[in-house]
Nanobody
Framework: QVQLVESGGGLVQAGGSLRLSCAAS????????MGWFRQAPGKEREFVAA????????DYNDYVKGRFTISRDNAKNTVYLQMNSLESEDTAVYYC????????????????????WGQGTQVTVSS
């Protein structure tokens, strides 16, 4: 059973930066694509970014493209989300997720193709 634990959230002013981390335990980390999602108050959870098993491919939603960078360190079983130029609209709980299928050849991963989730970390951007 995989466990995903996010960290790095907090309060930041608009224009600032944060780096989220997600440490995975259980299962073989490098077998799975990983992703970040977020959920703002009163809104549905939305896709933010995904990264392939080796880190060679990434995918972003249009709103964060150019501001956020997803990366991973398979030796540390950790995936990261570097968030720059933060805006008030980025305020949300951010969730780390693991693909449901190991060695999946589907790219980019379908938004419903993530089956394991962390507990989330709050990011609040003040304007």
């Amino acid at each position: 059973q995989v466990q995903l634990v996010e960290s790095g959230g907090g309060l930041v002013q608009a224009g600032g930066s944060l780096r989220l981390s997600c440490a995975a335990s259980g299962g073989i980390f490098s077998y799975y694509a990983m992703g970040w999602f977020r959920q703002a108050p009163g809104k549905e959870r939305e896709f933010v970014a995904a990264i392939s098993r080796t880190g060679g491919r990434t995918d972003y939603n249009d709103y964060v493209k150019g501001r956020f960078t997803i990366s991973r360190d398979n030796a540390k079983n950790t995936v990261y989300l570097q968030m720059n130029s933060l805006e008030s609209e980025d305020t949300a709980v951010y969730y780390c997720a693991r693909s449901s299928v190991m060695f999946s050849s589907t790219w980019p991963p379908t938004r419903t193709g993530f089956g394991s989730w962390g507990q989330g970390t709050q990011v609040t951007v003040s304007s």
